[in-house]
């Protein structure tokens, strides 16, 4: 594919979308190749409505910070941009003025694996100055024909887009690409300019409010952090908490519990035992195991007779993680009555002496800064960090009473759940958007009457 797409004519450029089979759609609208919608509506080839469409650079990178931060594919998300982890053009290397981003830009991913190939989304000005590389498609359009790139996105970003961009990706099981001869046809669907701007506004709104809750959520968890930073190394007392920590080596007060070795593959949803396997407490966003709450993979009885149960208050680690971050990761149980449920592969299960670590506190040993630092620095491997029994045995740590432990959860349990609440009216939120795309970018509803449109 050339590193430049232009707006061209031909056959496929002028054809039009005729209606076929009118009986299946309701009065003033018509059936089309790409579903029903408005008879007012038009349908025209990508390449009628681009004016360019330009694939960045070909740039060597860094991790480390240089003048030129580069967005690449894996940056490139559905409607938006994730720049949590952002490559550099390499030191020395000065970029090509066309393959910088500029508020507003329209991108498309044209090289992933198959399931996310063909990702487009707006640049909001993420950061003061980006480039794209060469695995993007920056698509300009024709303002007489599409009202805005806001409009573009949302279009694009359609359940039935999305579709056909993925019906033009060709290659093999992990690798795709999307060419320029195939996206030139995707059919682009256009209501009038007006709509169009009516479209993009009632979903920028939408939008708006899902940035303002991510902001929301991203100052709660920066506020939950200080929080543990100040509670768990005794730098901030609760009021009514005064006396020294005692530093306690945890393992004169803990029992390790028999787990599993099963892999995933070995269990099913059929038992009557719940398997809390390792990669489940690697997924969690939580730090309590309620079993109530959470699906869990099963075991047939007969084969856990030698294994532990779990009792509320038991604390559940990962022994293996593929990165730093994971080492020491746990879960809390909570909750069990009523279920049988046994720790599994990769597991390590303590007992701790409830005189000496309360329940609803163990959740948060992990962020412990001397419980982490010790897990850490004694974890090994190359590809995978291994936790062992003995890491955990010699930890010495200075420790409040359990009762200030209690008022500690008491207190980061709050934060947690106020985070959940707001994660739950985002997601209703995502719902709510995604149906308005599904409603308004089809027609199914009007913003703006025909004859307005007209």
């Excluded at 008879?39 to 360019?52: F, G, S, T």
């Excluded at 982890?85 to 508020?103: C, M, T, W, Y």
């Excluded at 029994?389 to 709050?414: G, K, N, Y």
Aim: proline share 5%.
């Amino acid at each position: 594919m050339g590193s430049e797409v232009t707006k061209r004519n031909g056959p496929a450029a002028t054809r039009s979308c005729e209606e076929r089979g009118p009986r299946d759609a309701p009065p003033g609208y018509k059936k089309t190749e790409v579903g029903v919608i408005p008879k007012d509506w038009d349908i025209k080839p990508l390449m009628e409505v681009l004016v360019r469409g330009r694939l960045g650079g070909n740039y060597p990178t860094q991790e480390t910070d240089t003048d030129f931060p580069l967005i690449k594919m894996g940056n490139v998300g559905r409607g938006r941009f994730d720049l949590s982890k952002v490559e550099f053009i390499a030191s020395g290397v000065v970029p090509d003025d066309n393959h910088r981003l500029r508020q507003g830009d329209i991108l498309l991913n044209t090289r992933n694996t198959p399931e996310l190939v063909g990702k487009v989304a707006i640049w909001r000005s993420g950061l003061p100055v980006a480039y794209y590389n060469s695995n993007l498609m920056k698509l300009e359009f024709d303002p007489q024909k599409v009202a805005s790139n806001e409009y573009a996105n949302y279009a694009l970003n359609s359940e039935a887009s999305v579709r056909r961009l993925h019906a033009l990706a060709t290659g093999t099981t992990s690798v795709a690409a999307i060419y320029s001869r195939d996206l030139l046809r995707l059919p682009f669907v256009l209501p009038s300019l007006s709509e169009q701007r009516a479209i993009a506004e009632a979903l920028s709104d939408v939008d708006g409010l899902l940035e303002a809750l991510d902001n929301l959520i991203a100052k709660k968890r920066a506020i939950k952090r200080a929080a543990m930073q100040q509670l768990l190394t005794g730098e901030t007392r609760l009021p009514g908490f005064r006396g020294p920590w005692e530093t306690k080596r945890l393992g004169n007060h803990v029992r390790f519990l028999r787990n599993g070795t099963l892999s995933r593959a070995d269990l099913s949803d059929a038992g009557s035992v719940k398997y809390l396997h390792y990669g489940d407490i690697h997924t969690s966003s939580d730090v309590y195991l309620n079993p109530s709450t959470r699906t869990l993979p099963t075991l047939q009885r007969s084969l856990t007779k030698s294994l532990d149960r779990l009792e509320n208050g038991d604390l559940v680690l990962v022994d293996a993680s593929e990165d730093i971050e994971g080492v020491g990761k746990a879960l809390e149980v909570k909750g069990v009555q009523g279920h049988e449920i046994v720790a599994g592969l990769h597991t390590i299960a303590a007992r701790f002496d409830k005189s000496v670590l309360a329940d609803g506190f163990k959740a948060y040993l992990q962020f412990c800064p001397p419980f982490r630092k010790h897990i850490r620095r004694l974890a090994a491997g190359t590809k995978v960090y291994a936790t062992q029994r003995a890491h955990i045995e010699t930890v010495e740590m200075p420790l409040p009473t359990v009762e200030e432990q209690t008022a500690i959860a008491a207190v980061l349990s709050d934060m947690d759940a106020e985070i959940k609440a707001l994660e739950a009216q985002r997601d209703k939120v995502r719902r709510i958007k995604r149906g308005m795309m599904q409603e308004l970018l089809t027609g199914r509803i009007r913003l703006v009457q025909p004859e307005e449109a007209a």
